[in-house]
């Protein structure tokens, strides 16, 4: 595609709108962990292609043709990942469930879906059980990228931050395949914390944090690391996180976490995106919507959906066109090289 009509890649979708039947599925298994007798097999849950191309074409398809999107990087729907339901017997299902309706998807429409996956992660479990299902989803499905919960607990924040050993198996994965992680938490179950309002962010500014402390990407200067929801706190606090920094003795951030730590558009005002493409360099900002996701509603301030995040880009007055193409496309090719190369088989 051309910088004057880039192709606009949504590297931010989940399947939020899948048909009833996959949640009906799933109480049933949650009702299995306490009564066995009851535990549904995989085999039980049946959805049709019929069924899953009415779920995108009235959703996530008529969005994206009414908002002018091309593709999106579809995994399955965050809150639903619930890595802290059960043990890793019932997350391994789950997520191979989940993945297998995404691929399914992406081959109903593979001009406009590309899988990403979840990984069957559990509290405690060792992150190397969820090798088997990142490799088939990579060598079977076709795909691009995974989503890496920090936090499997839900809310309790149980296990070592991402500078530590206890990862490593998922980020050798990584770069053997050269795919980046969507650093993604799930539902929270503690109270304090709201899973979209307040969980969700502040895992993004926690991660970020973690790498910023730490050293991680001497010990892997390949990986990509994709914060989602524009951040959270971190561009809003870019003086507190480079001062935090000189404090540590680290590098400058530019040097620091900039060669492996992009960040989404997934933020629902123009003033939020005036504000990332500020603060942020344009070649760590990659385009995102998660429509119908978080925030599915009307902005009474617009009059358009608060998840209609293109028009913010386009409307910012921090992006020459050359720009726009980069964060609508050029980044996300560079970022995730195997969507890159399943489009240049395509010839686009």
Partial sequence: MSRENPL??????????????????????IAGIKDPAVMPKV??????????????????????????????IFSPRASFMAHHIGDFNVSSTWAAICNELCYRVSQLFPDNFIPAAMLPQSPGVDPATCIPELEKCVKEYGNVGINLNPDPSGGHWTSPPLSDRHWYPIYEKMVEYDIPAMVHVSTSCNACF?????HYLNADTTAFMQCLTSDLFKDFPTLKFL?????????????R???????LKKPLLTEHLLGNIYFDTCVYHQPGIDLLTKVI?????????????????????TGHYYDDTKRYILA???????????????????VFTRLDAALTAKGK
């Fill in 241 to 247: 996180f480079r001062g935090l920094a000189q404090e």
């Fill in 194 to 198: 709201h899973t979209t309002g307040a």
């Fill in 8 to 29: 606009i890649i949504d590297v931010h979708g989940h399947y939020t709108t899948a048909p009833k039947a996959l949640e009906n599925w799933r109480n049933q298994q």
């Fill in 316 to 334: 910012t007055p921090n992006l020459s066109d050359a720009d726009r193409y980069q964060v609508f496309e050029g980044n996300a090719r560079r």
């Fill in 227 to 239: 914060i989602p929801h524009g951040g959270g706190a971190v561009p809003y606090h870019w003086g």
């Fill in 281 to 301: 360099p344009t070649k760590n900002v990659l385009f995102a919507s998660e429509m119908i996701g978080a925030v599915r509603g009307i902005d009474p301030e």
């Fill in 43 to 72: 085999s039980d849950l049946k959805i049709s292609d019929d069924e899953l191309r009415e779920s995108i074409e009235l959703n996530q398809l008529a969005k994206m043709r009414e908002r002018g999107s091309d593709l999106t």
